[in-house]
T-cell receptor, first 113, second 112 residues
Framework: IAGITQAPTSQILAAGRRMTLRCTQD?????MYWYRQDLGLGLRLIHY???????GKGEVPDGYSVSRANTDDFPLTLASAVPSQTSVYFC????????????FGEGSRLTVL | GESVGLHLPTLSVQEGDNSIINCAYS??????FIWYKQESGKGPQFIID?????DKRQGQRVTVLLNKTVKHLSLQIAATQPGDSAVYFC???????????FGTGTQLKVEL
């Protein structure tokens, strides 16, 4: 069982370029999340989706967009990357909205120059 | 010029000793808490959780204690091993429970 797969693992990007981070899960989880992780700031929620077809804003949504066309995929797009978006991005999922374990991918390290 | 990075709180323990990692939470209405372990270069992994109707919950070598009076959570690791070296995060649900908010983390270093 793969769980959550993120791609790319690592990417260096020029400022102003568009970038999509991919996330796929094979657990048929309804809820999916994107977090960014920066040293000293922990994990901060960017966007989330409670179920296919719906999305919501998290704590730091500006400069990012998401879509949830189906249960398995939850891509994160940076329309015009800026250096402050240099971070490690984690996709996560859980079965539903009830309390419980959040399953994480291995992360995508993005550097914006 | 040189930039100064932010540093995580660090706990250093000797192999075989017990470790205690602490976490303060802000929302007195929180009814569920969860601990994650993150090894270098990997995603966070679930360790243990606890509901607010409990004061203590035990897992394999780990115990979580909840003190609702002072809004404090702790993770105890018995007989700490080198493989326990990681960053540990506590988290609590926000926004109606469908999102988790994480603490900033504590770096555990196990010395041989």
């Amino acid at each position: 069982i793969a769980g959550i797969t993120q791609a790319p693992t690592s990417q260096i990007l020029a400022a102003g370029r568009r970038m999509t981070l991919r996330c796929t899960q094979d657990m048929r989880h309804n809820a999916m999340y994107w977090y960014r992780q920066d040293l000293g700031l922990g994990l901060r929620l960017i966007h989330y989706s409670n179920t296919a077809g719906t999305t919501g804003k998290g704590e730091v949504p500006d400069g990012y967009s998401v879509s949830r066309a189906n249960t398995d995929d939850f891509p994160l797009t940076l329309a015009s990357a800026v250096p402050s978006q240099t971070s490690v991005y984690f996709c996560a999922s859980k079965p539903g909205q009830e309390n419980g374990e959040l399953f994480f991918g291995e992360g995508s390290r993005l550097t914006v120059l | 010029g040189e930039s100064v990075g932010l540093h995580l709180p660090t706990l250093s323990v000797q192999e075989g000793d017990n470790s205690i990692i602490n976490c303060a939470y802000s929302n007195s209405a929180s009814d569920y808490f969860i601990w994650y372990k993150q090894e270098s270069g990997k995603g966070p992994q679930f360790i243990i959780d606890i509901r607010s109707n409990m004061d203590k919950r035990q897992g394999q070598r780990v115990t979580v204690l909840l003190n609702k009076t002072v809004k404090h959570l702790s993770l105890q690791i018995a007989a700490t091993q080198p493989g326990d070296s990681a960053v540990y995060f506590c988290a609590e649900p926000t926004g109606g429970g469908n999102k988790l908010t994480f603490g900033t983390g504590t770096q555990l270093k196990v010395e041989l």
